[in-house]
C-alpha cells in the first residue's frame, strides 16, 4: 500500500470530500424535487402537456448527453476550475429557473441546470479520486460519496414536500443559491487542482457525435418507456442517437486523443465494474418509482410521509459506506461485489412480497430497506473506487464520465423495461367490477393513479393488481440482480484487493491558473 507524504501532511481532503458531497448531494436532489412540485407551478405558469414533459426532462437530457465531453474538459482545463464554474452556474440557473415567469424560460432554466450538472458530477468524483491516494481511504471517501448521492434522490420528496408546505414552487430551486455559495466559498480554499499535464489537442469533431449520440439514446428511452414505443419521433430520436454512437465509436479508436479511450474497457477492473453497475441500476432502478406510487396511491401516504418512508435505505447505505473498505483486504473486491448485489438481490425480492394494501412498514418494510441500501453501498463502493482507480490518473475525468453515462443509460433502460413490465402485469391482473363507466374502466388501466378516482370498488382492484405487478416485476429485477452477482465473481476476480496509486505523480496545477 502506498501513501504519499503529500496526503498525510493535507487534513483538508476530508473538506474536499465534504464540498464534493455537497455539490453532489444537490444534483441528486434536483433530479427528484421537481415531480412534487409540477401541481403547483401547473397553476401558476399553465404550461401545456408537451411544455410539461420538457420541464421535467430536459434536466436529465441535457445531464446525460454531456457527461463524456465536460468529463474531458475538466481533464483537459482543471477539475477544480470545471467544478466552480458549474456551481456558479448551477447557483445562478437556480435563481432563474425559481423565478421563472414562462414555460419556455423554465424549461430554458432547467435546461442550465443540465448543463451545470454536467460540469459537476464527473469533476467531483475525479477530485476526490486525486484527494485521496492511500487505497483504503480511497474506497471509504468513494464510498460515502456515493453513499450520499444515493440518498439524495430519496431526499428530493422530503426536501420538496418541506417546503411546498410552506412556499411557492420556486423555493425548491432557490434554495439551491445558498448551498452553491458555499460550495463555492468552501470549494475555493479545500479543494486541490489537477488536469491532465498533457492533454494534447480536443477533437472536436467527436464533440457533437458524443452530444447527439447520448441525448437521442436517452431521449429515445426516456420517452419511449413513458409514451410508448409506436411514437415516430422515439423511432427518429434512437436511429439518428445509434448512427452517431457509431461513428463516435469507430473514430475513438483512430484519433490520438479520444474522448473515449477504449483501452479502458480492455480492463477487467473497468470494465467489470461498470457491468455491475449497470447490473445495479437497471435492475432496481423501477424500485423507487414503483414504491413511490406504492406509498403515496395504494397507501394514501403524502409526498413527504412517502419520502421519509424511503429514506432508510440511503440512510443506511450512507452509513454501511466504511464497510466495503474494511471487506476488500478480507475477501477481495470480486466478493464484496456480489455479496451487495446478493443483499441487493434479496432485499428487492423481499419488499416486493411484502408490498400488499394492507402490509406493516415497521414489521414487513424497514428492515429490508436497510438492507437494499447496505447492499447498494457495498457495490457503488467498490465499483466506483474500481473504476477510478483502475484508469490513468490523467483520464479520471472521462472514466468518472463513463461510469456517470453508464448509471444513466442503465436506469433509463431499466424504467423502460422493468416499467413496462410493470404496467403490462398491472393492466393484465387488474380485474374491475361489472358496470364500471368506460372512462373511469380507461382511466384504472391507465394508471393505478387514475384508478384511485374511480370509487372504493374500483381501488381497491386497482391496488391489488398494482401490488401484484410489483411483486412480479421485483421477482425479475432480483433474478436479473442475482445473476449480476454471479458474473461479478467471474469479471472482476482477477482485480488485485489493493489497485495502488503510483509513487510518483504529476505535479498538482497551482490553485487558479
Known amino acids: 500500500m502506498t501513501t504519499t507524504s503529500n496526503e498525510t501532511l493535507n487534513p483538508r481532503r476530508w473538506a474536499a470530500l465534504v464540498v464534493c458531497c455537497l455539490a453532489g448531494m444537490l444534483l441528486g436532489i434536483d433530479n427528484s424535487v421537481l415531480n412534487y412540485a409540477i401541481p403547483s407551478l401547473v397553476k401558476d405558469l399553465k404550461p401545456s402537456s408537451t411544455e410539461i414533459l420538457w420541464i421535467s426532462d430536459v434536466y436529465g437530457f441535457v445531464m446525460g448527453a454531456l457527461l463524456v465531453v465536460m468529463g474531458n474538459l475538466g481533464d483537459r482545463f482543471g477539475r477544480k476550475r470545471l467544478a466552480m464554474i458549474g456551481a456558479a452556474a448551477f447557483g445562478a440557473a437556480s435563481l432563474l429557473t425559481s423565478y421563472a415567469t414562462s414555460p419556455e424560460l423554465l424549461i430554458a432554466g432547467r435546461a442550465l441546470l443540465g448543463v451545470a450538472g454536467a460540469m459537476i458530477m464527473p469533476s467531483t468524483l475525479s477530485i476526490v479520486r486525486h484527494a485521496f491516494t492511500d487505497p483504503k481511504e480511497r474506497t471509504t471517501a468513494i464510498g460515502l460519496s456515493g453513499g450520499l448521492g444515493a440518498a439524495s434522490f430519496a431526499l428530493g420528496p422530503v426536501v420538496g414536500g418541506l417546503l411546498l408546505d410552506h412556499f411557492w414552487w420556486g423555493s425548491v430551486f432557490l434554495i439551491n443559491v445558498p448551498v452553491m455559495v458555499v460550495v463555492l466559498i468552501a470549494g475555493a480554499v479545500v479543494l486541490p487542482e489537477s488536469r491532465n499535464p498533457r492533454p494534447g489537442r480536443l477533437d472536436w469533431v467527436s464533440v457533437p457525435l458524443s452530444v447527439v449520440g447520448l441525448l437521442g439514446v436517452i431521449y429515445a428511452i426516456k420517452i419511449g418507456a413513458r409514451d410508448g414505443f409506436d411514437e415516430g419521433q422515439v423511432w427518429a430520436a434512437a436511429a439518428v442517437g445509434a448512427v452517431a454512437l457509431l461513428f463516435f465509436g469507430r473514430r475513438q479508436t483512430r484519433v490520438a486523443e479520444p474522448l473515449i479511450d477504449v483501452r479502458l474497457f480492455r480492463n477487467p477492473a473497468f470494465s467489470g465494474a461498470v457491468g455491475s453497475n449497470l447490473v445495479m441500476i437497471f435492475a432496481s432502478s423501477t424500485l423507487s418509482l414503483a414504491f413511490s406510487l406504492y406509498f403515496q396511491v395504494v397507501r394514501g401516504w403524502s409526498p413527504l410521509t412517502a419520502g421519509l418512508a424511503l429514506l432508510p435505505g440511503p440512510l443506511a447505505a450512507v452509513f454501511a459506506a466504511p464497510l466495503a473498505s474494511v471487506l476488500i483486504p478480507r475477501i477481495g473486491r470480486a466478493k464484496v461485489v456480489a455479496l451487495g448485489l446478493a443483499l441487493l438481490a434479496a432485499s428487492t425480492a423481499v419488499l416486493g412480497q411484502a408490498s400488499t394494501p394492507d402490509a406493516n412498514y415497521w414489521a414487513q418494510i424497514f428492515a429490508p430497506l436497510l438492507v437494499n441500501g447496505i447492499g447498494i453501498i457495498l457495490i457503488i463502493s467498490v465499483t466506483s473506487d474500481t473504476i477510478l482507480a483502475s484508469a490513468p490518473k490523467e483520464r479520471t475525468g472521462a472514466a468518472a464520465a463513463i461510469s456517470e453515462t453508464a448509471m444513466e443509460l442503465g436506469g433509463a433502460l431499466g424504467i423502460a423495461v422493468l416499467g413496462s413490465v410493470l404496467t403490462a402485469v398491472y393492466r393484465g391482473a387488474l380485474d374491475l367490477p361489472a ?27 386497482a391496488y391489488q393488481a398494482f401490488c401484484h405487478s410489483i411483486q412480479i416485476t421485483t421477482l425479475a429485477g432480483a433474478a436479473l440482480i442475482a445473476a449480476g452477482a454471479v458474473a461479478a465473481l467471474f469479471t472482476l476476480r482477477s482485480v488485485p484487493a489493493v489497485i495502488d496509486v503510483p509513487e510518483e505523480e504529476p505535479q498538482p496545477v497551482p490553485a487558479g491558473t
Open 435 to 461: 358496470g364500471v363507466p368506460a372512462d373511469v374502466a380507461h382511466a384504472a388501466r391507465d394508471s393505478v393513479s387514475g384508478a384511485a378516482q374511480g370509487g372504493p370498488a374500483v381501488a381497491t382492484a
